[in-house]
């Protein structure tokens, strides 16, 4: 059975850093590309970064100066670093494991940012 499992989420102030994980289990996590998306109250989910199975990395453009995509494949786990975070940050961050025949979902975690 595939788990794909987010972590990390917290209530942080404005200008704080988190790292989220996200952890599978039930696949070869390496042959799967890792993309974060995240969706705030009322907006559609957008994709925030990706991580290919070659590790080569791609966030978006207003993004890019302040989060970072890992990943660890002998642990089964991608990381996303956030920092300098804005209240613009606050929103249910997902981690989607995609591979030419397969696509998986967490079941995303929340990330809150006071200004």
């Known amino acids: 059975q595939v788990q794909v499992v987010e972590s990390g989420g917290d209530l942080v102030q404005a200008g704080g850093s988190l790292r989220l994980s996200c952890a599978a289990s039930?696949?070869?996590?390496?042959?799967?590309?890792v993309n974060w998306y995240r969706q705030a109250p009322g907006k559609q989910r957008e994709l925030v970064t990706t991580v290919t199975r070659g590790s080569t990395t791609d966030v978006a453009d207003s993004l890019k100066d302040r989060f970072t995509i890992s990943r660890d494949n002998a642990k089964n786990t991608a990381y996303l670093q956030m920092d300098t975070l804005k209240p613009d940050d606050t929103a249910v961050y997902y981690c989607?494991?995609?591979?030419?025949?397969?696509?998986?979902w967490g079941q995303g975690t929340q990330v809150t940012v006071s200004s």
């Open positions: 039930g696949i070869t996590f390496s042959l799967y590309a």
């Open positions: 989607n494991l995609k591979s030419f025949a397969s696509n998986y």
